[in-house]
């Protein structure tokens, strides 16, 4: 297996185990230069992007590139600017490979956005019927309906594809009479605090007053930011009102967003709410055959349906599985061994997930404090998240309802019992409840 080979096996095994930002602001333009016995040299394309590699991912890199290249245990950085690095996705495309990298798009260097996020190739089922018509209606007259568009649901659903392809289509039809940006929160806010440190503040403030068309994806991230909510909050104004669109994507509904401002959350919640759930079996089968056609790749149903099967709460992730599943077999994998692998990566890791975990989690979600979910009180707005934390304890863990009462706090574990059986009934009819855990649970494994 050569160097550029394994690296891409790597990267589609680390954006199954990443948030998307993740992944895309620390692994693009990454390549490895060297690759001998036990050593490896990862190209990076600034220092920032070493220090991230090397403090925050050593570890889960490591063992990544150990699933593949068991010899190798030291990993070592080299800087290479983005002019020079020669990505493994480009190398792939050069040599016209049918599996191209996930991480290395063509971009507009005006809007930041993917061409490859259109309409035509988002794939609508029940479970995002609303938000695809109403961002359907939104590129018909820009500004003047569903002013604020918000779309929230869980990772890697199809968010960001949705608000690209508003962009995208504005594009095609204003072409030169428009402008848009598409920016990442987390990028914006730290755009935002770089000018508020060098005096150029009102200079950023005006460059994005100047777009007629301002798409923000994750915009959770600015949960107990201040100071970027106060400037967002002024440019959000003043955008609204000359009819620029403002188009913006979050993991939750602005209700259930942290630490946000109410001014802000009012804003938020002021235009078209829409929400994207859990795509069905046959909606995740439409998604696979869907990307195959467009790689020209032929690969057996049987695999297609075991990733469809054992993925249900994640396009992203049926993505990654696929791709991997194409890489394999372009490694002269047969059936039943590409399967396999999938198994081995595709396991809950719910060995790793503690008490502790779900508990933090359900109280990010729900905004109350883990003390509170924790007491013995019989308010609507706790009570209903202290048995969301009990029955995730037990689907989750398969802890015995003593052991939940210990855990939550009850002397008497036949109301925990009474708790779990309530949700659990509940959650076959509805269908808030159900978003409500499955987005819990994606925040849970994607920390993991």
């Known amino acids: 297996m050569s160097k550029d080979q394994l690296w891409q096996l790597v990267l589609s095994e680390l954006e199954l185990k990443l948030s998307r930002a ?76 049918p599996l191209q990298s996930q991480i290395m798009f063509p971009v507009n260097k005006n809007s930041d956005l993917l061409p490859k996020y259109t309409f035509s190739n988002f794939i609508v089922g029940s479970f995002n019927e609303l938000a695809y018509v109403a961002a359907k209606n939104v590129t018909k007259n820009p500004g003047k309906i569903y002013n604020p568009y918000f779309v929230y649901g869980g990772v890697g ?82 955008l609204y009102q000359k009819n620029a669109q403002i188009v913006l994507s979050s993991d939750r509904s602005p209700k259930l967003i942290n630490n ?41 149903e049987e695999i297609l349906e075991f990733i469809a099967q054992n ?38 890791p719910s060995k790793n997930i503690s008490p502790n975990n779900i508990l933090k989690e359900v109280s990010n979600y729900f905004n109350i404090s883990q003390k509170d979910i924790l007491k013995n009180s019989r308010k609507k707005e706790i009570v209903y998240p202290r048995q969301v934390y009990i029955y995730i304890l037990r689907s989750q863990l398969n802890l015995s309802f003593p052991s939940i009462a210990s855990n939550a706090n009850y002397k008497d574990h036949t109301t925990v019992i009474y708790a ?20 819990i649970l994606q925040n849970i494994y994607n920390k993991v």
């Open 157 to 238: 659903l199809g968010k960001t594809h949705i608000i690209q392809a508003i962009g995208n289509e504005i594009f095609q039809k204003k072409k030169k009479n428009i402008k848009i940006k598409y920016i990442l929160a987390p990028n914006l806010t730290s755009k935002i605090i770089s000018s508020i440190r060098t005096q150029v503040v009102e200079k950023y403030i005006k460059e994005l007053l100047s777009y007629n068309v301002l798409i923000v994806d994750d915009i959770e991230f600015l949960s107990g930011k201040e100071k970027t909510q106060e400037i967002f909050f002024r440019i959000f104004n003043e």
């Open 311 to 348: 993925i249900t709460n994640n396009i992203r992730e049926i993505e990654g599985a696929l791709n991997r599943a194409i890489l394999l077999k372009e490694y002269q994998k047969n059936t039943k061994e590409i399967i396999n692998n999938l198994k081995e990566i595709l396991n809950t």
């Open 420 to 439: 779990f059986k309530k949700i659990e009934n509940n959650i076959k009819k509805n269908i808030n409840l159900k978003r409500d855990i499955d987005t």
């Open 22 to 97: 993740n992944f895309i602001t620390w692994l693009n333009n990454t390549s490895v230069a060297f690759l001998k016995n036990e050593k490896i040299v990862i190209n990076c394309p600034n220092n920032f992007v070493k220090e991230w590699l090397d403090k925050k991912l050593r570890k889960t890199l490591l063992n990544t590139i150990k699933t593949f290249s068991p010899q190798v245990e030291e990993i070592q950085y080299n800087i290479q600017p983005n002019e020079k690095n020669l990505s493994v996705g480009q190398s792939y495309q050069k040599q016209q490979s």
């Open 260 to 300: 946000l401002g109410e001014r802000l959350r009012s804003r938020f919640e002021g235009g078209m709410v829409v929400d994207i759930g859990l795509p069905d079996f046959e909606t995740r089968m439409a998604i696979l055959n869907q990307k195959i056609e467009s790689k020209g790749i032929v690969l057996e």
